[in-house]
């Protein structure tokens, strides 16, 4: 074997320009590929992070109505569900242990019914009930002031922290903390104000700067313990959780969904990640269908460059005719010249296939900067490229490599 691999590697050499017109279909396709998985799975990325709050890896798990999909939260129903009770600290616990989660908190939540306003200033947005630990999971930077401390929650004080659009919305230039605000009929001191970063890094549009460093959502944080004078109700919870990746959205939320569901005693309800489960479904559908697509018109390069290895390696046995016959006479066996014209079909595929693999890799870094996208190069596509190219080198060179193998060795000797 090794001796075949060394004559393959001396055939390409000798015959350099041959070679790489022979390699550059198979170079092309592998290329190609390669730029196309890099490209869908980068930007697959990006819209998953997108979709986890804007680009941090925190997901809510919310209460459901089964038969709509609207979130328990913006029914009319205001207060208690029946057989809905409040999450165990236990729940939370379990919930944190799950792979792909790295913590998890319960969460008071409502969105955009609920006004908050200062002087004759207002704004709409969410509002949060949070406890201490809601904030450690959460991609937040405390841009003044302080986040809320433990006397916060056994005195029921009345202080908030709010988003960084609602301090320039209310208070432009101005400190907002120790401000005080109105949120629904009650007056809050506002003592934080929390941004989205921690740094300003890969920051390249306009969209980015709203998403990384605006934060555009206006929302309004309260300790738990307060949450009643807000709501005006014993509220329901929702659950958020911290992800170590985006790419866990889908088993990660599915898997606390579960552990909250097997607390409810209300067969109309369910808890679920709701628009976040099915808009990565139908992400990973599209992707998916979009890769198998470009990946089919990709491979027809493949096939063309397979065409020529075939065409390319039945030169050669044209060409080496009498040397065939040579080792035939001198005792070669036919399996040894299928073995031998077989391996050089397989080295010259795969070393098409390794260039079209660092080329590919290339252009996807070159496309992602001039397109201002993210580009994930995927180790399983490399692998199964290079795998491919010998494949395709094993099936369009198994005709050679017979015609070589039952050439008469008589008849090959007297080739002219």
Known sequence: MI????????????????????????????????????????????????????????????????????????????????????????????????????????????????SFSYNDKYDQGSVYGVGEDYFALTDFVLSSGRLFIERDFTNRNNVAVISSSVASSFFSNEN??????????????????????????????????????????????????SWDLVAGYDDIEALAIQL?????????????SNILNQTI??????????????????????????????????????LVGGIGVMNIMLVSVTERTREIGLK????????MILAQFLTEAVVLTSLGGFIGVILGIGISKVVAMAMMMTASVNLTAILISVGFSMFVGIVFGIVPSIKAAKLDPIEALRYE
């Open 265 to 302: 005693n209300n067969e109309n309800y369910e808890y679920k990640a709701g628009y976040l489960m099915e808009a990565s479904k139908e992400l990973e559908k599209i992707t998916n269908t979009i890769s198998m697509l470009l990946i089919g018109i990709a491979s027809i390069s493949l």
């Open 3 to 114: 001796e075949n691999i060394r004559l393959s590697f001396k055939g390409i050499i000798t015959h350099k320009m041959r070679s790489a017109l022979t390699m550059l279909g198979i170079i092309i396709g592998i290329a190609s590929i390669i730029v196309i998985v890099s490209i869908i799975e980068g930007t697959s990325d990006m819209l998953k992070k997108e979709m986890v709050n804007s680009g941090e890896s925190t997901a809510m798990i919310e209460l459901y109505a089964k038969e709509d999909s609207w979130s328990a939260y913006d029914s009319t129903y205001n207060g208690t569900i029946p057989g809905i009770n409040k999450i165990d600290p236990k729940c939370v616990e379990e919930v944190s242990n799950v792979k792909g989660i790295k913590r998890a908190a319960s969460v008071y939540k409502k969105e955009y019914s609920i």
């Open 244 to 256: 170590v990746s985006p790419d866990d959205i889908l088993s990660a939320s599915t898997m606390a």
């Open 176 to 225: 907002a903390v120790g401000k005080t605000i109105t949120i629904g009929n009650e007056m809050f001191v506002v003592v934080g104000v929390v941004s989205k970063i921690k740094d300003y890094s890969n920051i390249n549009t306009l969209s980015d700067y709203y998403q990384k460093v605006g934060y555009s959502m206006s929302s309004v944080y309260i300790p738990k313990t």
């Open 328 to 335: 035939k006479a001198l005792g070669a066996k036919r399996r």
